[in-house]
């Protein structure tokens, strides 16, 4: 199908007064995108991206949907939609200038990064695709929401979520349409095709140059495809797609064509790739100029309503751009705001009942009070859901009390699924940007995934949801979302035969993202406690497992209680010393300790602090000792270079040098890979002996 062919009239289906309608909304969108551009030149906007030639899509998409009631993952050429769902053009151009003001994210976003919480605009982010997998959790979260009495659900709510057709080319795409299609949820996927993906035409991205005939045999999935340059097929083909999402059939394509009459960008220019006829064919197509056209000429509409139309828009324009110049920024203390969640503060004295465990039962193992732990929070809060690869008992509802039942690769999450059910248990398909960027969309509606990636070295195909998505959505928008979810995942060494794909650390990864807190807990009590102040917290949180911790007897305790809670970034004094402080967390505790132990029979007494979270960690308490003892000693499972310990070390040394009696050294693991012969893994990862000898050799000095 051409993307320039000329609008047909369609004489039915519209009054002259929606037709008005539709061209106000294109015509304002586009007035908005050359002020922009005219701005960007003056140097008052600092980017422009814009909606040219994609208008009469999106405002048929605008009139057939409901704002605050429908849900909206958008792309950055959505501006008619947005306008037409609501947003004005002051708050579109405040954007533009980065005011304090712009509702999307108070100055904090580049222009066209929609984003509106009275109309569900869910904030958006420059990374291509990841909003897909968003939508589909988004719809997964008011459909479980419904059937658990939750929340103010309709039962007939739909997501719209769109990109271009250069977007489709992402893997996230296939993990989302799979999963809305085998869940037949109400999920619009709007692919705006207009040829290029910035300069990679479309027969260069997709196979037949057409992603609707790829998707053509997906179960459930309605797949239409028309002329987005036409404002009457284009209301008429989405009120069809509305229908079928409201009616719960499933999800819906909707691939529409439209033009693209100015560059990608005003960091592209388009005629480096595209000739000067092709330029002049999509001016020709432009649906702005056609559609006035057709308005006077087809439909009989007098040319002086059309020009009040325009002469209104032109008020509009220039009143917001008045505005938005004179708008105050963003103030830079505000810089470090809404970071972390402001009201659910898991560093704070709310989080901390560790003086008040009631202790009932036998000593149980790691996995065994995560377990405890997760089956008490499910009961308290209806809203949590757990998924993940194998985490259910069983997928197939039928055989659950004919089978033991799986409950994870490690059985943490075993009889979840019998107890709380299958909508609040479940398995995901095998990929884990699928589990992280669905449990996003769930938390933006309100629920609290609790969700599990069998390996932290499996891990980072969910990176880009985890980093630009996850841990972002609060900042970003300036508090307007939130993305709660507690991402639990096995890592580490010291366990036969992992080798390079099951043994890997690799924290200090996740500590460099701002929003995101990490926990790695040494004992069965301090992973009970941490976990339960993760499912409750306003943030969200990774939340590392040593496999080799799961099951040792050393680390056990009784059940603490359902409201044992330990707060982020407060370390356990395990020792008292005087020589020297010995900092470590995870699978290391024990190993540190075992070394201090001996170095004690040679008369040198270490004080040992298990960190216990790393972001935050327990700065004061690291302070506190190493200005008693004069000397600090970082023990850790990664790598030795460019790890945790290499952070802690480095402010040691900033922070506290006055008080040095000797060098900050490091015990880690070699930079390297985790070997699968034990005699070479035992090389690579930091053993007791490696500690005892740091213990020496920092006391010698």
């Known amino acids: 199908m051409s993307s320039v062919k000329s609008i047909k009239p369609v004489t039915e289906g519209l009054t002259d007064a929606e037709r008005l309608s539709i061209f106000r909304t294109m015509l304002l969108s586009r007035r908005i995108d050359d002020v922009e551009i005219q701005l960007k030149r003056q140097n008052a906007v600092f980017f422009q991206i814009s909606g040219a030639g994609h208008e009469a899509t999106q405002t048929a998409a605008a009139m057939t949907m409901r704002a605050g009631h429908d849900w909206f993952f958008t792309y950055y050429r959505d501006r008619a939609l947005c306008l037409g769902l609501g947003v004005t053009a002051e708050e579109m151009l405040y954007q533009s200038v980065g005011a304090a003001a712009d509702p999307a994210s108070g100055g904090r976003q580049m222009p066209s990064h929609w984003g509106h919480k009275d109309h569900n605009i869910v904030s958006s982010s420059s990374p291509t695709g990841t909003q897909f997998l968003n939508a589909v959790g988004c719809a997964e979260g008011f459909v479980k929401m419904r059937e658990l009495g939750m929340g103010d659900t309709h039962g007939d709510e739909v997501v719209y979520v769109s990109s271009g057709e250069g977007t489709t080319s992402q893997g996230e795409f296939y993990e989302a349409m799979n999963t809305a299609c085998q869940d037949k949820l109400p999920v619009i996927f709007h692919i705006q095709d207009n040829g290029y993906a910035i300069s990679v035409p479309v027969e260069f991205q997709t196979a037949g140059g057409s992603i609707s005939k790829l998707f053509r ?17 284009s209301h008429e083909k989405w009120t069809q797609a509305v229908n079928y999402a409201r009616e719960r059939k499933g999800p819906v394509l909707l691939h529409s064509h439209v033009t693209r009459p100015y560059s990608h960008s005003m960091s592209d220019d388009e005629r480096l790739y595209r000739t000067k006829e092709e330029i002049a064919e999509q001016a020709a197509a432009d649906p702005i100029t056609v559609y006035r056209k057709l308005l006077v000429q087809e439909h009989g509409i007098d040319d002086t309503a059309v020009k009040a139309i325009e002469d209104e828009v032109e008020k509009i324009v220039v009143a917001a751009k008045e505005a938005a110049l004179v708008a105050e920024p963003p103030a830079p203390e505000t810089a470090m705001d809404y970071v972390y969640s ?3 503060d898991p560093t704070t004295d709310d989080f901390d009942t560790e003086d008040e465990a009631d202790f009932t039962g036998d000593p149980r193992t790691m ?10 929070e499910m009961a308290r809060n209806k809203g949590i859901v757990v998924f993940g690869e194998d985490v259910a008992d069983v997928s197939r509802d039928e055989n659950i009390e004919n089978v033991k039942g799986k409950g ?8 979840l699924q019998r107890k709380y059910g299958s909508n609040r248990v479940f398995n995901s398909p095998l990929a884990e940007a699928n589990i992280i960027g669905r449990a996003v ?7 609290k ?17 985890i980093r630009s998505e996850l841990a972002l959505m609060r900042w970003r928008s300036n508090n307007n979302f939130e993305c709660p979810v507690v991402i639990r995942t096995t890592y580490g060494g010291y366990l036969k035969g992992g080798a390079v794909y099951h043994s890997q650390t690799g924290e200090s990864i996740f500590t460099h993202i701002p929003g995101l807190r990490v926990c790695l807990p040494s004992n069965a009590l301090d992973a009970n406690g941490l976990l339960r102040t993760a499912i409750r917290c306003g943030d969200p949180v990774l939340f590392l497992e040593h496999k080799h911790l799961y099951r040792q007897t050393y680390n056990r305790s009784p059940n603490p209680g359902n409201d044992f809670m330990i707060p982020f970034g407060k370390a356990n004094r395990l020792r008292e010393g005087k020589h020297l402080t010995l900092i470590t967390y995870g699978a290391l505790v024990k190993r540190s300790m075992d070394a201090v132990n001996q170095a004690a029979k040679m008369g040198i007494e270490v004080e040992v602090l298990d960190l216990r979270t790393i972001s935050p960690y327990d700065w004061e308490a690291i302070a506190e000792s190493v200005e008693k003892t004069g000397k600090a000693l970082v023990v850790y499972e990664d790598s030795l270079s460019w790890g945790s310990g290499s952070e802690i070390a480095a402010r040691i040394g900033d922070e506290l040098f006055d008080y040095l009696d000797g060098p900050v050294q490091r015990v880690a693991s070699m930079d ?6 034990p005699g070479l893994e035992d090389a690579i990862l930091p053993q007791v002996r490696d500690v005892l000898a740091g213990i020496e050799k920092l006391h010698s000095y």
Not at 217 to 233: Q, S
Not at 441 to 447: E, F, R
Not at 672 to 677: I, M
Request: hydrophobic share 40%.
């Open 217 to 233: 045999g997906y179960p459930n999935l309605l797949v239409i495809e028309f002329d987005g340059c036409d404002p009457e097929e």
């Open 672 to 677: 390297t890979f985790v070997g699968y012969h």
């Open 342 to 344: 402001h009201d659910l």
């Open 441 to 447: 969309g769930m938390a933006v509606q309100g629920l």
């Open 449 to 465: 995934p609790v969700v599990e990636i069998q390996f932290f070295d499996y891990i980072y195909p969910a990176m880009m949801q």
């Open 367 to 376: 996995v065994d009070l995560i377990n405890d732990c997760l089956d008490s």
């Open 408 to 415: 994870g690769v490690f059985k943490v999450t075993s009889g």
